[in-house]
């Protein structure tokens, strides 16, 4: 098959899209499948024998790491050069509108995939009056869609309650030849740990950012004052935590990947993740493969995750987080057990399996598309054209000058 990739976020941004998107790509190229990108510049024009074209990009203002792609007229002949069977738009915003828009004038079918709950993030960033306008914007735009996948059942539900159709789950992967607990280091356990090996050591890995409720973890650090807090990952929201957790014993290491991550999740006593917002949260799957017990929000895809008091905990309120830290600290039987079980779950998942599932996908929407003679699933004069027609005119450029 050719797939056509319309994602707003690539390398060389560090976050769970782009490392699902790494290794499905990877995965599809090992298939023998030809893969196109079109994502915001960042450096590179190949990945893995993929073509990546870079589209000009401007900070988003709430969130400077996030880089909106600004769509051009030249994708127009890109695509129609590469014949793509399938367009497969990420996350659209800008970037993914124009990619709808051309799945719909040139008539190829179209998948769009979900993977972070901005409804939710709104609430965050003092936005939560638009609420229902971004459901219906997201209603536009998936709609449009042969199929829409989503990465926990939590989400599917979500979006079919809002009116969303033709929702499937895209299952999790995991590299557990990579995530392993035999990666723990003494040296990395000081490193995070500054020094302190005898400490309990508690890791966050994520983005520093607003939705992610980090600062709930300094009550936790504070009724356990032997511990040490890790905040692996960067984001617009450092410096604020850096205040916030001025005068404990908290580092901030700044981001990580491939075997220094892997390295970091083995050494530590456990993983805290205080995140309501979470569409499936990849990082408590490479946690658990790790052999690092989580705690974790009882809210958004971890539910599909973590079986609470088997594979990792689960809280609503605070006492129920600390609870489960000085249980998995003063019983080293059952911090093996949850171990045992985490990475027993972890090892039900792999990125061929994943890939397999997706590239089934399209080509249910290729026989779809066949069996109608049509891949154009948007309405005449749909709004899903009017706004990506938009994007596509330039307008939305002029708009953010």
């Known amino acids: 098959m050719r797939i056509a990739f319309f994602s707003e ?7 769970g899209i782009v490392t699902r998107l790494r290794n499905t790509i990877s995965q599809l190229r090992r298939a023998g499948d030809e893969v196109l990108i079109f994502a915001p510049e960042g450096g590179i024009v190949d990945f893995e024998g993929a073509r990546v074209v870079g589209m000009p990009a ?44 051309y799945a719909s004038t040139l008539r190829i079918p179209l998948v769009v995939s979900y993977h972070t709950q901005l409804p939710k993030y709104l609430h965050y960033y003092r936005l939560g009056s638009i609420e229902g306008l971004v459901w219906k914007l997201l209603r536009t735009r998936h709609n449009g869609a042969a199929l829409n996948l989503c990465t926990s059942s939590a989400m599917v539900d979500d979006l079919t309650r809002h009116g969303i159709a ?22 990395m356990r000081a490193y995070l740990s500054q020094g302190h090996l005898d400490s309990p050591l508690l890791l966050y ?16 650090l504070s009724a356990m004052p032997e511990a040490r ?60 493969a790790a052999g690092c017990p989580v705690i974790a929000a009882r809210a958004g895809g971890i539910p599909d995750l973590v079986e609470d008091g088997v594979s990792g ?31 027993r779950e972890a090892e039900r998942w792999s990125w061929t399996a994943s890939t397999d599932q997706l590239r089934m996908f399209y080509r249910q929407v290729l026989a779809t598309a066949a069996g109608k003679d049509s891949g154009n699933l948007a309405p005449k004069n749909s709004p899903v054209k009017r706004l990506a027609k938009l994007a596509t005119m330039g307008v939305i450029r002029r708009v953010l000058r």
């Open 9 to 15: 976020t690539f390398i060389p941004k560090v976050d």
């Open 58 to 101: 401007v900070p988003f203002p709430l969130y400077p790491e996030l880089r909106l792609a600004l769509p051009r007229s030249s994708m127009r002949k890109t695509l129609l050069d590469f014949q793509p069977d399938v367009i497969h738009a990420v996350d659209p915003v800008l970037l993914g509108v124009a990619g709808i828009y």
């Open 166 to 187: 033709r929702v499937v789950l895209w299952q999790r992967g995991i590299d557990t030849d990579l995530f392993c607990q035999e990666r723990a280091s003494r040296g």
């Open 205 to 220: 890995v994520g983005r520093l950012s607003a939705e992610k409720n980090i600062e709930q973890l300094k009550r936790i």
């Open 229 to 288: 807090l890790a905040l692996v990952g960067g984001g617009p929201h450092r410096n604020i935590l850096e205040k916030h957790f001025h005068g404990t014993p908290t580092f901030f290491p700044g981001y990580m990947e491939g075997q220094r991550l892997a390295c970091a999740f083995a050494s530590a006593d456990m993983f805290v993740l205080p995140s309501r917002t979470e569409t499936l949260g990849l990082v408590l799957l490479e946690a658990m």
């Open 313 to 343: 905990f689960l809280f609503e309120e605070e006492q129920e987080a600390i609870q489960a830290v000085r249980l998995l600290l003063q019983d080293p039987a059952k911090r093996e057990c949850v171990r045992r079980h985490a990475r």
